[in-house]
Nanobody, 120 residues
């Protein structure tokens, strides 16, 4: 079993910053990719950013230049530094990881979500 635990959400004014963290634990042989998605009320879940083994990162156009994703493989942790936040960034942010377990099976794991609210 794999567990993803997120932290760092909260309420911030427009223009402010937040840093999200997500730590994976459990039966983990390797993690091919880790990333963040978000879902605003009434909208579909969308990719915010992800980072693959080797550090190759991918960002949604709406966050490029404002958000930075990074990972610490020694800690099986991914971070999302969010700067210059806008009210439209308000959403529940979910961590996702593509994990190969010690049994050799591959699966996509999700965190429980953390609320980010940006006030205008």
């Amino acid at each position: 079993q794999v567990q993803l635990v997120e932290s760092g959400g909260g309420l911030v004014q427009a223009g402010g910053s937040l840093r999200l963290s997500c730590a994976a634990s459990g039966s983990i042989l390797s993690i091919r990719a880790m990333g963040w998605y978000r879902q605003a009320p009434g909208k579909q879940r969308e990719l915010v950013a992800n980072v693959r083994s080797g550090g190759i990162a991918n960002y949604a156009d709406s966050v490029k230049g404002r958000f930075t994703i990074s990972r610490d493989d020694a800690k099986n942790t991914v971070y999302l530094q969010m700067n210059s936040l806008k009210p439209e960034d308000t959403a529940v942010y979910y961590c996702n990881a593509a994990i190969t377990s010690y049994s050799g099976t591959w699966h996509s794991s999700w965190g429980q979500g953390t609320q980010v609210t940006v006030s205008s």
